[in-house]
C-alpha cells in the first residue's frame, strides 16, 4: 500500500483543525456557517489585511537582531530543506488549509469562547497567546506568532466574515512558504 505524501499528510492535519473547529462549535453552540458568507468586500479586506502581515515578514527578514536572526536560521535549517522540491500547488494547499483551518479554529471558535469567559479583550488576548504557543518553535516565533494571532483576532472581530482574515493568513503563508523555499532552492544551487 502507498503511503500518502507528507504535504498531503500536512494538509490534511491543517484542514483537521477547521474539522476540529465544526464539532467544537456545535456543541458550544457557536454558528459558524453565519460568519462564512463571502462578499467582494470580505476579498479585499483579506487582501488589505495582508500588506501589515507581508511588511512583517519582511522585517523580520532583514532583521540582524539576535533572536530574529535565530528565528531565521532555525526556520531556514528545519523547514526549509523540506521546501526545497514541493509544488506550487502543495505550498498552496498547504497556505490555504492553515487559513482556513486555524482561522475557523482560533478565530472562528476558540475567540468567542475565550470571550464568553474574560471579554472582548481578555478573550482576544488569551486567543493571541494560544496562537501563538501552537506556533513557538522558538520563543521568537512564540512572539511573533502572537502578535500576528493578535491582529488576526481583530481583523476577524472587525467584520461579520471570517473570510478576510482566513485570506490574509492563507496569502501571508503562501507568500511566506514561496521566499522560504526560493532561499532554500538558492543554498542547494537550485535556484537561477
Partial sequence: MRRPAPWLLLIAAEAGLGGIAWA????????????????????LVGLAATAPLLGLLAAAV??????????RRFVETTLGPRLVSASNGELLGLAAAAGCGEELLFRGVIQPVAQQSGGMVGGWAATSLAFGALHAATPAYFVLATVVGGY???????????????LAHAVYDACALAWLRRQAQSAAGLAG
Avoid at 62 to 71: N, Q, Y
Fill in 24 to 43: 467544537w462549535a456545535r456543541g458550544a453552540g457557536i454558528a459558524l456557517g453565519p460568519r462564512l458568507h463571502v462578499a467582494w468586500g470580505d476579498v
Fill in 62 to 71: 532583514g532583521a540582524e537582531w539576535p533572536p530574529a536572526v535565530r528565528l
Fill in 152 to 166: 488576526l483576532g481583530v481583523v476577524a472581530a472587525a467584520g461579520d466574515s471570517l473570510w478576510p482574515a482566513m
